[in-house]
């Protein structure tokens, strides 16, 4: 049961520019696994060495944060939409 | 987003910066022009904003905004417009709006990718709310590596100004308690929910 990532422009370059990519699992903990396996080095970008999600990251589920949710253990399913939203800042140069 | 603010009728505008005009800000920095190289960037602006807007009182304050001296920076003005372009400066402002209780327009702008929330303390969801702590340092590509669209951080900083004029006047809904994202290489707006964290290190 496919599951569709959006992808923000920072991480890109680990999907081949992919804006959206699709992924398996129960839940977001199974969904970043898979990830991983399809798009090596996404994984440590959103989460920790611990596998909590950093913290200047979000993951969101439908437009919701799963923090206000069940976390790592959020259920996920076919037609969801998880987005990754990180913290940007930029233009120094 | 300045310009658009003087324009608009804001009566007053203060303005940080320590920097200096560089042709690489040329793109996405409108008020410069190449003659202004090496002018501090509060100086030039203010001249383009005053000869425009006389009726605007532009006070341009060529520092640098750390915790030492932020709050009284910033005490007295209405409302706060983070147009930072680092993830401490980010931060300081948000913790600073939230002690002051004075509303701030947050932005951020890295290549293709462009948000904006309003914080309103005490009230709605502030950027700690959302992000606990900032990246530490190559946990993202740094901003000279990363670059921004030009025209994505006038796109941006024109939310912010709408924000602002609808603040000030009391009119439409506040970007509060959401995220709005601009992806200028999808072409894609979404906006995500946002809540206060009741274990928020600032605002809780």
């Known amino acids: 049961m496919p599951i569709q990532v959006r992808i923000p422009t920072p991480l890109r370059k680990l999907t081949g520019g992919a804006e959206s990519v699709s992924a398996t699992g129960a839940t977001i903990a199974a969904l970043m696994q898979d990830l991983e396996s399809r798009h090596p080095g996404l994984k440590e970008r959103i989460c920790d060495d611990n596998g909590k999600v950093r913290r200047f990251v979000n993951v969101y589920v439908n437009g919701d944060d799963i923090r206000f949710l069940d976390n790592l253990q959020t259920a996920v399913k076919e037609g969801d939409e998880v987005s990754i939203v990180p913290a940007i800042a930029g233009g120094e140069r | ?204």
């Not at chain 2, 520092?63 to 930072?84: K, P, S």
């Open chain 2, 1 to 204: 987003m300045a310009e658009a603010l003087a324009a608009a009728g804001v009566g007053r505008l203060v303005l940080f910066d320590a920097d200096v005009v560089e042709l690489s800000n040329l793109h996405r920095q409108l008020l410069h022009r190449t003659a202004d190289l090496g002018r501090a960037k509060v100086d030039s602006a203010a001249a383009k904003l005053v000869a425009r807007h006389p009726a605007t009182s532009v006070e341009a304050h060529r520092e640098r905004l750390t915790a030492v001296n932020v709050d009284m920076a910033l005490a007295g003005v209405e409302c706060i417009v983070d147009a930072t372009d680092g993830f401490e400066a980010k931060f300081l402002l948000n913790d600073a709006a939230i002690r002051l209780q004075i509303p701030l327009v947050h932005a951020g702008v890295v290549r293709f990718l462009g948000q904006v929330m309003t914080i309103i303390p005490g009230e709605s969801a502030c950027y700690r709310c959302l992000f606990g702590a900032p990246p530490a340092p190559g946990d993202v590509p740094s901003c000279q590596e990363a670059g921004v669209l030009g025209s994505l951080a006038g796109t941006i900083g024109l939310l912010q100004a709408a924000e602002v004029i609808r603040y000030l006047s009391g009119s439409g809904a506040l970007l509060t308690n959401r995220l709005l994202t601009y992806d200028a290489l999808a072409g894609r707006w979404r906006h995500v929910r946002l809540r206060r964290n009741p274990a928020c290190p600032a605002c809780a």
